[in-house]
T-cell receptor, first 111, second 112 residues
């Protein structure tokens, strides 16, 4: 069974601070995705990384895939209250595009 | 386009009752799947389907049945509900060759 561990589980910061969320596994994944989930809704895809060492930027969010394709990080610069939510990493490469999810990081950004 | 729809939004069952969670999509995606989400555990795959007439088990299939008679619909059946099945259930769709999964809004199920 492939496992993904996310850290930290909870993060409460002030507006304007920077933060990094980590997603680690002992398994290799062919792709790594980051989703954001709002209360009462399903997860929404933020980014997919597929190449070891790949870095993608989405405005203030920077995503990195580890060289060995076993880990990933999400860095948010100058966090805003609108960034509040549950961030989930998910590893792909299984049959039928099925994903293995990490436990999630619940982020709260206070104004 | 509605995307991925799930009904009901909320459901309360007594132990031993059965019910079906509905999932429908109008995106013409071949792949469909069911996940359950519990606090601190992310989403765990229950069953999935790579096309009409084809289903397979995921990580936590016990207590659940699925069938896929059409591309659009993928219902999840609870045969005899147990309190351990209290969770939020999400249906998702995707296309072969695409990494992105599209999730429905979820069904919050409570079994007492």
């Amino acid at each position: 069974t492939q496992l993904l561990e996310q850290s930290p589980q909870f993060l409460s910061i002030q507006e304007g601070e920077n933060l990094t969320v980590y997603c680690n596994s002992s398994s290799v994944f062919s792709s790594l995705q980051w989703y954001r989930q709002e209360p009462g809704e399903g997860p929404v895809l933020l980014v997919t990384v597929v190449t070891g060492g790949e870095v993608k930027k989405l405005k203030r969010l920077t995503f990195q895939f580890g060289d060995a394709r076993k880990d990933s990080s999400l860095h948010i610069t100058a966090a805003q209250p609108g960034d509040t939510g549950l961030y989930l990493c998910a590893g792909g490469g299984n049959a039928g595009n099925m994903l293995t999810f990490g436990g999630g990081t619940r982020l709260m950004v206070k104004p | 386009n509605a995307g991925v729809t799930q009904t009901p939004k909320f459901q309360v069952l007594k132990t031993g009752q059965s019910m079906t969670l509905q999932c429908a999509q109008d995106m013409n995606h071949e792949y469909m799947s069911w996940y359950r989400q519990d606090p601190g555990m992310g989403l765990r795959l229950i069953h999935y389907s790579v096309g009409a007439g084809i289903t397979d088990q995921g990580e936590v299939p016990n207590g659940y049945n699925v069938s896929r008679s059409t591309t659009e619909d993928f219902p999840l059946r609870l045969l005899s509900a147990a309190p351990s099945q209290t969770s939020v259930y999400f249906c998702a769709t995707s296309s072969p060759g695409s990494y992105e999964q599209y999730f429905g809004p979820g069904t919050r199920l409570t079994v007492t």
